[in-house]
């Protein structure tokens, strides 16, 4: 028999495809699944002995949080990067980096096909595609659900039909968790003018005493939440979402462009990204200089952009990687963070490496390093050439 490794995450498409490409292609089906950081101990075991149930030839978990983390998140983090200056690129970036493993382990295998479960109406048909393309292009791509166009309702009359014993009841909402938050949709994210209930939310708001966090960052990176040190950056975004979580903190939709062309709206909860990418931003504009400021949003916006839209494995990534690497060596500090029960603020930065030292002059009080007299003579040359325009032209 031939093989094909499947992108496996248990739902109703991936549990069809295991039926249909074991039973009508008449393939050696081993089911993979990819934790990044979004999967408990007991719900991956759960996941496994449904894939065998169905009949997998062989079932793999791969744990990818932290190559997730040091090859991805973490430059996300060094960019600021928000989707529309709002989504932290939770799922996308995810997706990304299940298919890059998805393809190693394909190509482990020595597998005939690689298959997934992707619909033809969502970004994650291009991900998927893009990156087995590009790694695996030896390999034929097989996608059922797509293909056969499969309403729902085909699909769970096709697994009754041969046996399947699963909870085929739809969820209200659909929750896609990860370590870079968990993405929500429902019916309200399917028109333009609904908002999410309280209930759609997988973490209920429980806090609502007012709390102070002390955020740790060395080189651009999380260390340290109050007076915890973390070795590991991933344990360090896992403990900030405990602790924000709870206030309701991170939440909201994403109105955007997916990469076939039609608008999208997207619930999302990301307190730990949230609040991150704010601080570390917030750090930046103290230790770094304008034009690194400047050209690091330029480019981290070319980077999100390139990452929603699949084009991670383009060598261009990995040149923007190191910019923004190069970028973060004196962004190293503390900041002070207040969270209350929807929301959260910055308060200040503490560091080393703050340019707004007192030596050189305090804003709107007092200058140290220059006089009167120089502020006027740049005034006049800095203003030049504009004078010039207007004493020409007669303005």
């Not at 295991?18 to 089911?31: T, W």
Request: with cysteine; proline share 3%.
């Amino acid at each position: 028999m031939k093989k094909v490794v499947l992108a496996f995450s248990g739902g109703l498409d991936t549990s069809y495809c295991v039926k249909y490409l074991a039973e009508d292609c008449q393939l050696e089906v081993h089911s993979v699944i990819v934790n990044t950081g979004g999967f408990s101990p007991e719900e991956l075991a759960a996941i496994e002995a449904h894939a065998y149930a169905l009949g997998v030839t062989k079932h793999i978990t791969l744990h990818e949080t932290q190559a997730y983390y040091q090859h991805c998140i973490r430059y996300l983090i060094f960019g600021n990067v928000l989707k529309n200056n709002t989504y932290p690129l939770s799922v996308s970036a995810e997706r990304i980096y299940q298919a890059l493993a998805i393809a190693r382990t394909a190509k482990e295998l020595g597998a005939d096909f690689v298959a997934h479960g992707s619909t033809g109406a969502g970004n994650d048909q291009v991900r998927f595609d893009l990156i087995f393309n590009i790694m695996i292009p030896e390999i034929t791509i097989l996608t059922p659900i797509r293909d056969q166009q499969l309403s729902r309702q085909q699909e769970i009359d096709y697994l009754k039909a041969h046996g399947v014993n699963m909870n085929f009841e739809k969820a209200a909402y659909s929750i896609n968790k990860g370590l870079w938050g968990t993405s929500v949709g429902g019916k309200e994210t399917l028109t333009s003018a609904g908002y999410l209930p309280e209930e759609a939310f997988p973490t209920a708001q429980t806090k609502n005493t007012p709390e102070e966090l002390k955020l740790v960052f060395e080189k651009g990176e999380l260390k340290g939440v109050n007076e915890r040190q973390f070795a590991d950056p991933v344990e360090a975004i896992q403990h900030l979402s405990d602790l924000a979580a709870p206030f309701g903190i991170g939440r909201d939709i994403h109105v955007g462009d997916t990469i076939i062309g039609i608008k999208g709206r997207v619930g999302f909860e990301a307190a730990a990204p949230l609040i991150i990418i704010k601080a570390h931003h917030t750090l930046e504009k103290h230790v770094l200089t304008k034009w690194q400021l400047y050209w690091k949003e330029q480019l981290a916006n070319w980077y999100g952009n390139l990452l929603h839209e699949g084009q991670f494995l383009d060598p261009v990534m990995r040149n923007i990687e190191k910019f923004l690497t190069d970028t973060q060596e004196s962004v190293s500090g503390t900041v002070t963070v207040g969270l209350a029960p929807y929301r959260f603020y910055v308060k200040g930065i503490e560091s080393p490496f703050d340019l707004m030292a007192s030596e050189f002059g305090a804003y709107g009080e007092m200058n140290n390093a220059w006089s009167g007299e120089d502020v006027r003579g740049f005034s006049k040359i800095f203003g030049n050439q504009t004078m010039i325009h207007y004493q020409v032209n007669g303005k």
